[in-house]
């Protein structure tokens, strides 16, 4: 009997855990679950420090009055929230697509 989580690495691996045999997953997808795993290389030490950033903002917002707060500051603790959950930060990705991803 097939687990869940059997289902779920069969649909995203294009094959088989039990088996090894390739399934029909059209190469769009496997397309989107490559790339995917390219743009989550976040670390968890930034990924805590994406924690910690929110954490203040969050904070700062509470302590100002959320109705007192301009609706800007949001944007970036909710962000920061974003990055801490998922991994992957739009404003990095961006900068990257802009300056390119240049390592020194």
């Given amino acids: 009997m097939l ?7 069969l649909f995203l691996s294009g094959k088989d855990s039990r088996t090894g045999t390739s399934n029909l997953v059209p190469s769009s ?10 743009i989550m290389k ?8 994406y924690v910690l950033v929110a954490a203040i903002l969050w904070i700062g917002i509470y302590l100002t009055g959320f109705s ?3 609706w800007l500051l949001y944007i970036p ?3 920061f929230v974003f990055s801490a959950i998922t991994g992957i930060c739009p404003s990095q990705l961006a900068i990257f697509k802009m300056f390119g991803n240049k390592t020194t």
């Fill in 3 to 9: 687990k869940t989580i059997d289902v779920i690495l």
């Fill in 29 to 38: 997808i496997n397309m989107i679950i490559n790339t995917k795993k390219t």
């Fill in 42 to 49: 976040t670390s968890q030490s930034i990924r805590v420090w």
């Fill in 68 to 70: 007192a707060v301009s």
């Fill in 77 to 79: 603790a909710a962000g």
